[in-house]
């Protein structure tokens, strides 16, 4: 089954380290996407991405970086800059060229930074 | 600016008991889609709907049924006969930009509960 895969659920980083967390799609689709949710906030863009090898800021950029090297993959850094890591990752996709096309999200990483 | 306002935070009801969850909305674009997300516990989010802004025909899938108003700018959710399945967090979006589809304003989000 098609699908978008985000590992690892659970993740647990001290403060001041880089972390890197996974997304890869199966669904053949060109734009990904990273949002991150946090309690009462609903969801916020960070980073997309409608092709390969390019990418675009979403709303809260800083302290994030990704990569787009391959269509299947779309990788989000954590970089020590972020100031308040701590928050459910989701990364998700969808057809470009349909303006009406629905956004598949994967299950989520929950990152915890202490 | 984009907004989405779901006022809701949590609703609790007993099973079998209607539920309608609020969404308001302010957009300056004349073409624009609506959308709804479930969001059980798993985290995963699921679609359910979506509505584009020259379309405001109501809908029923089921037991869910939307409600699109352009004048009040509103896309109301009513779940009928709830079951504790249903419980979940549910969000309204909202399309913005034109550069890429998946730009989406989300609401805060509404916490269904249903208890047996």
């Known amino acids: 089954d098609g699908g978008i895969t985000q590992s690892p659920k659970y993740l647990f980083r001290k403060e001041g380290q880089n972390v890197t967390l996974s997304c890869e799609q199966n669904l053949n689709h060109d734009a990904m996407y990273w949002y991150r949710q946090d309690p009462g906030q609903g969801l916020r863009l960070i980073y997309y991405s409608q092709i390969v090898n390019d990418f675009q800021k979403g709303d809260i950029a800083e302290g994030y970086s990704v990569s787009r090297e391959k269509k299947e993959s779309f990788p989000l850094t954590v970089t020590s800059a972020q100031k308040n890591p701590t928050a459910f990752y989701l990364c998700?996709?969808?057809?470009?060229?349909?303006?009406?096309?629905?956004?598949?999200f994967g299950n989520g990483t929950r990152l915890t930074v202490t | 600016a984009q907004k989405v306002t779901q006022a809701q935070t949590e609703i609790s009801v007993v099973e079998k008991e209607d539920v309608t969850l609020d969404c308001v909305y302010e957009?300056?674009?004349?073409?624009?889609?609506l959308f709804w997300y479930k969001q059980p516990p798993s985290g995963e989010l699921v679609f359910l709907i979506r509505?584009?802004?020259?379309?405001?025909q109501n809908e029923i899938s089921g037991r869910y049924s939307w409600n699109f108003q352009k004048s009040t700018s509103s896309f109301n959710f009513t779940i009928t006969a709830s079951q504790v399945v249903d419980s979940a967090v549910y969000f309204c979006?909202?399309?913005?930009?034109?550069?890429?589809?998946?730009?989406?304003?989300f609401g805060a989000g509404t916490q269904v509960v249903v208890t047996p």
């Open positions: 979006a909202l399309s913005k930009g034109t550069d890429s589809w998946g730009k989406l304003q």
């Open positions: 957009t300056r674009d004349t073409t624009y889609y």
């Open positions: 998700a996709s969808s057809p470009s060229d349909r303006r009406d096309s629905p956004l598949h």
């Open positions: 509505r584009n802004s020259f379309d405001e």
